[in-house]
């Protein structure tokens, strides 16, 4: 099948990230901005769904949305498995947002996958907006898309619960949360002590971030991620716009593993907060310090 001039398989290579290739399981089912409607059956580009929520209650678990184009919307994902993939020649070609205060795409299922997908993070003017929102949401794949802030945004990805363990965020950008105190790349919420075990979050980039990573950790692995701390804060201005670089601290978080990170500012406690206990940084590069670091930061 040939789309925009390219096969199924350039846009599955376009959306792949240092071999996590994306799969189409199950059934696909295709939506497109442009030329969609939702009353077509969404079984190919020709009869394609003009909304993703269109596409999505088309779709069982364990099935795969493909999108193209520009889409404003709220969608709640309860269905185990499903794939939301991003087609086109990059993540620019699919694109999606949400109103202001509101959520973009809220995981509420286990085993859900967001590939090579271009997101411009909601605006805040009161609650707590994200462009990913993951809730009960074990085994969620968030790779390869690009998280864009605007004026006044606040998170890229969030958790407001401590239920979501095994979470993979890879090689994906984090670029302008520079929101004052709230611009945050990835955020999770401890509660009563409850935090977020066995995530991978492994070579993102984040830059001009207030905050990089913000999760009560218990056995999470960061590892290969670039942090900025120069980058344009909410002014314009180029400046120091990094806050917090990565705070994995919390009750009972600790056995982390963070290496081979480039660490933007200085290499302290400051900016970079270890778990509680047992946590292993080494070999990652900050240039304050002087080249590889060997120890905790604390």
């Not at 074990?138 to 998280?147: L, Q």
């Not at 009560?216 to 290969?224: D, N, S």
């Not at 963070?258 to 206990?277: D, E, F, H, I, K």
Request: proline share 2%; charged share 10%; with cysteine.
């Amino acid at each position: 099948m040939r789309f925009r001039g390219l096969t199924r398989i350039d846009h599955l290579r376009a959306a792949q990230i240092d071999g996590l290739e994306p799969r189409l399981r199950g059934d696909v089912w295709y939506a497109d901005s442009v030329n969609g409607n939702d009353n077509y059956s969404g079984k190919n580009w020709d009869v394609a769904t003009a909304t993703i929520a269109a596409a999505y209650a088309l779709c069982s678990a364990g099935d795969t949305i493909a999108l193209f184009g520009s889409f404003s919307e709220n969608v709640v994902c309860a269905k185990a498995g499903v794939t939301f993939i991003g087609m086109g020649t990059g993540y620019g070609q699919a694109r999606w947002t949400g109103a202001a205060d509101t959520i973009a795409l809220s995981i509420t299922a286990a085993y859900v996958s967001v590939y090579n997908i271009r997101f411009s993070v909601p605006a805040y003017d009161s609650g707590l907006p994200s462009a990913i929102q993951l809730g009960s949401a074990d085994y969620a794949k968030i790779i390869g898309n690009r998280f864009q802030g605007k004026a006044a945004s606040w998170n890229a990805i969030y958790s407001p619960v401590a239920n979501s363990d095994n979470v993979e965020i890879i090689g994906n950008e984090f670029l302008y949360m520079n929101t004052v105190t709230y611009g945050c790349g990835i955020l999770g919420v401890e509660a009563s002590g409850a935090g977020y075990s066995g995530w991978k979050i492994i070579k993102n980039t984040f830059h001009s971030c207030v905050i990089a990573v913000d999760i009560l950790a218990r056995g999470c692995t960061v590892y290969g991620n670039t942090i900025a701390e120069y980058g344009v804060a909410a002014t314009g201005a180029i400046g120091a716009v990094l806050a917090m670089g990565i705070d994995l601290s919390g009750t009972d978080s600790g056995a982390n593993m963070v290496w081979g990170n480039q660490l933007g500012g200085t290499y302290s406690a400051t900016l970079y907060v270890v778990g509680a206990s047992g946590d292993q940084w080494a070999g990652n590069y900050n240039v304050l310090t002087g080249g590889l670091t060997a120890a905790n930061p604390s």
